[in-house]
T-cell receptor
Framework: DAKTTQPTSMDCAEGRAANLPCNHSTISGNEYVYWYRQIHSQGPQYIIHGLKNNETNEMASLIITEDRKSSTLILPHATLRDTAVYYCIVRGYSGNTPLVFGKGTRLSVIA | GAVVSQHPSRVICKSGTSVKIECRSLDFQATTMFWYRQFPKQSLMLMATSNEGSKATYEQGVEKDKFLINHASLTLSTLTVTSAHPEDSSFYIC???????????FGDGTRLSIL
């Protein structure tokens, strides 16, 4: 699996958009970008994934650059409950392949 | 959405005890499940891949005789920590995906504390 690079931590004001960057410069053509988050003492929660087109769901938006070497997860209106560690993971599109977690970004949403 | 249930959520037991953790996929069948371990302030580390009807595949450094994995059905995988010691205290998490087109979903984890 290609490696990803994320900032160690970020702060965001409540109600503002949280933009979490991820670099994956060695991503290969058949690999997807997945985002998960882990709230303290819970299992990771799936957020969104994409290949090359931008994606949006009820939780977040995923913006992938045209060269696919980086992406940004956007939480449009961050709340205190969005405080968590966010993981960007690159992996082939197979449910039978494990997810390899890096250190992620610790997002703190501040009132 | 897909739900993965993990039980128990917390275990506290004496050193030398064996502890079984269950991971169930509630609304889909999972031929493959994964077991992770997470120490405080660290990221998740993959322990093993659990395959229905066959032997699990363990990551380097994970003792297969200590961490017994059984995947007897398409909805249940179990991890047994045999003769647990304080250094086995950790947060154990499982995950599963129904088909290759589905993202993996995780259980809520089991916090194991060995006294």
């Amino acid at each position: 699996d290609a490696k990803t690079t994320q900032p160690t931590s970020m702060d965001c004001a409540e109600g503002r958009a949280a933009n979490l960057p991820c670099n994956h410069s060695t991503i290969s053509g058949n690999e997807y970008v997945y985002w998960y988050r882990q709230i303290h003492s819970q299992g990771p929660q799936y957020i969104i994934h994409g290949l090359k087109n931008n994606e949006t769901n009820e939780m977040a938006s995923l913006i992938i650059t045209e060269d696919r070497k980086s992406s940004t997860l956007i939480l449009p209106h961050a709340t205190l409950r969005d405080t968590a560690v966010y993981y960007c993971i690159v992996r082939g599109y197979s449910g039978n392949t494990p997810l390899v977690f890096g250190k992620g970004t610790r997002l703190s949403v501040i009132a | 959405g897909a739900v993965v249930s993990q039980h128990p959520s917390r275990v506290i037991c004496k050193s030398g005890t064996s502890v079984k953790i269950e991971c169930r996929s509630l609304d889909f069948q999972a031929t493959t499940m994964f077991w992770y371990r997470q120490f405080p302030k660290q990221s998740l580390m993959l322990m093993a891949t659990s395959n229905e009807g066959s032997k699990a595949t363990y990551e380097q450094g994970v003792e297969k005789d200590k961490f017994l994995i059984n995947h007897a059905s398409l909805t249940l995988s179990t991890l047994t920590v045999t003769s647990a010691h304080p250094e086995d205290s950790s947060f154990y998490i499982c995950s599963a995906a129904g088909t290759k087109n589905q993202p993996q979903h995780f259980g809520d984890g089991t916090r194991l504390s060995i006294l």
